[in-house]
């Protein structure tokens, strides 16, 4: 039988390969202080250049449906490059969330999968939208109202309603429900909310509604 081929690595090799190695980590960001968020349900991560940055807790491997006294317990290993959930035995590599892989190849192909379902979905009740504007599929009697993607109302012309910055938490709890953002004090405002939790209106009532399935 031939052979298998064999390759030759030299301590030269080696030596050039850690020299690189070095030269590219002092350009890995690192982080500082990782914490969870109940209120938005991210994990926010402080990076030691000042930048701070979030991640939805569903998209990260590992995190999903555990409980929030897991979710608090995280170490910051190898001088900022590792996350360590101790009571989930789940690790995470700090550059590769930072460059946008939360998992396994399997599990980032899951999450491809779903957020193109998620665009075909839009993609469809847009043009649903357009054709009743245009009146080809508008079988409604003018003044009535439609109800949009995420509960809130539709105009004759098939354009979402925008809801004010200073619409209140309790006011919005009357149409999508007493549980819609927990932790959110009644009186706080939309504009409050969105800037904290870094997303729309409509992202909230969708991680809401996937909550309750």
């Given at each position: 039988?031939?052979?298998?081929?064999?390759?030759?690595v030299?301590?030269?090799d080696?030596?050039?390969?850690?020299?690189?190695?070095?030269?590219?980590?002092?350009?890995?960001?690192?982080?500082?202080?990782?914490?969870?968020?109940?209120?938005?349900?991210?994990?926010?991560?402080?990076?030691?250049?000042?930048?701070?940055?979030?991640?939805?807790?569903?998209?990260i491997?590992?995190?999903?449906?555990?409980?929030?006294?897991?979710?608090n317990?995280?170490q910051?290993?190898?001088?900022?490059?590792?996350?360590?959930?101790?009571?989930?035995?789940?690790?995470?590599?700090?550059?590769?969330?930072?460059?946008?892989?939360?998992?396994?190849?399997?599990?980032?192909?899951?999450?491809?999968k779903?957020?193109?379902?998620?665009?075909?979905?839009?993609?469809?009740?847009?043009?649903?939208?357009?054709?009743?504007?245009?009146?080809?599929?508008?079988?409604?009697?003018?003044?009535?109202?439609?109800?949009?993607?995420d509960?809130?109302?539709?105009?004759?012309n098939?354009?979402?309603?925008?809801?004010?910055?200073?619409?209140?938490?309790?006011?919005?709890?009357?149409?999508?429900?007493?549980?819609?953002?927990?932790?959110?004090?009644?009186?706080?405002?939309?504009?409050?909310?969105?800037?904290?939790?870094?997303?729309?209106?409509?992202?909230?009532?969708?991680?809401?509604?996937?909550?309750?399935?």
């Open positions: 039988m031939p052979e298998h081929a064999r390759v030759a030299t301590g030269a080696i030596d050039v390969a850690l020299g690189r190695a070095r030269e590219y980590a002092k350009y890995a960001r690192k982080v500082v202080k990782a914490t969870y968020s109940k209120t938005t349900d991210r994990l926010r991560l402080v990076l030691d250049n000042g930048v701070t940055c979030s991640f939805p807790r569903r998209l491997q590992g995190l999903a449906g555990a409980h929030e006294k897991d979710l317990r995280i910051v290993l190898s001088d900022g490059l590792g996350l360590l959930w101790p009571l989930l035995d789940v690790a995470h590599y700090v550059p590769s969330l930072l460059q946008g892989v939360y998992g396994s190849e399997k599990w980032m192909t899951a999450l491809f779903q957020r193109r379902k998620l665009r075909l979905v839009d993609a469809t009740r847009n043009l649903e939208s357009r054709s009743k504007s245009s009146g080809v599929l508008d079988k409604r009697v003018e003044g009535t109202r439609s109800t949009g993607l509960s809130r109302h539709r105009d004759r098939g354009r979402i309603e925008e809801k004010r910055g200073d619409t209140l938490v309790r006011t919005l709890r009357e149409e999508y429900g007493e549980d819609f953002l927990p932790g959110w004090r009644g009186d706080a405002t939309l504009s409050t909310v969105r800037k904290e939790a870094d997303m729309s209106l409509t992202e909230l009532v969708r991680q809401h509604r996937r909550g309750k399935k």
